[in-house]
T-cell receptor, first 112, second 117 residues
Framework: ETGVTQTPRHLVMGMTNKKSLKCEQHLGHNAMYWYKQSAKKPLELMFVYNFKEQTENNSVPSRFSPECPNSSHLFLHLHTLQPEDSALYLC???????????FGQGTRLTVV | AQKVTQAQTEISVVEKEDVTLDCVYETRDTTYYLFWYKQPPSGELVFLIRRNSFDEQNEISGRYSWNFQKSTSSFNFTITASQVVDSAVYFCALSEAQKGSSYKLIFGSGTRLLVRP
């Protein structure tokens, strides 16, 4: 039990589908992150939220739309994805001012 | 620009051997943090250690030890008497401060460690 829970663990979607990834943390943290882990690239940061406000968008295409309704929940809404978007999407959280982030188990996304 | 290099893509050892995973970093910041994370097959990244740039003291935790050398910009990780359960992908990372007190982690490409019985 890592304290950061991601659902679903696996997702297969067509390029015309709309789906959402969910992340929930029970650690009392106020910063939340989405990272993408592709087969051929290092882990890369996508979005950062601090106290529900987005503070970083790392040039992510608009077909990925994050939402942070409160400090405990983070969503990633997906629409019209491409096969190259297939990857492991990891959510993380941290306490402001603390450098280490705690990660969930990820959602393995396959776009067909 | 900040960068983390893990030159070893994959290492295979026999159980009980010692193994060292290399990490070299680049940064212009004078204050920074270095990390090691373990990613088992289940997928989550497990935090192992954080080291700040002002603390070059080496650290030992059970079978794990870390050697931080600012002179060579390296932060190497050694597992002593490796076990099959150590098989995983290990990531070295460097932090970069962001707005609002959050930190961006810049990861190396990872080293896959396979420990054979």
């Amino acid at each position: 039990e890592t304290g950061v829970t991601q659902t679903p663990r696996h997702l297969v979607m067509g390029m015309t589908n709309k789906k959402s990834l969910k992340c929930e943390q029970h650690l009392g943290h106020n910063a939340m992150y989405w990272y993408k882990q592709s087969a051929k690239k290092p882990l890369e940061l996508m979005f950062v939220y601090n106290f529900k406000e987005q503070t970083e968008n790392n040039s992510v295409p608009s077909r990925f739309s994050p939402e942070c309704p409160n400090s405990s929940h983070l969503f990633l809404h997906l629409h019209t994805l491409q096969p190259e978007d297939s990857a492991l999407y990891l959510c993380a959280s941290s306490q402001p001012g603390q450098t280490e982030a705690f990660f969930g188990q990820g959602t393995r996304l396959t776009v067909v | 620009a900040q960068k983390v290099t893990q030159a070893q893509t994959e290492i295979s050892v026999v159980e009980k051997e010692d193994v060292t995973l290399d990490c070299v970093y680049e940064t212009r910041d004078t204050t920074y943090y270095l990390f090691w994370y373990k990613q088992p097959p289940s997928g989550e990244l497990v935090f192992l250690i954080r080291r700040n740039s002002f603390d070059e003291q080496n650290e030992i935790s059970g079978r794990y030890s870390w050697n931080f050398q600012k002179s060579t910009s390296s932060f190497n990780f050694t597992i002593t008497a490796s076990q099959v359960v150590d098989s995983a992908v290990y990531f070295c990372a460097l932090s970069e401060a962001q707005k609002g007190s959050s930190y961006k982690l810049i990861f190396g490409s990872g080293t896959r460690l396979l420990v054979r019985p």
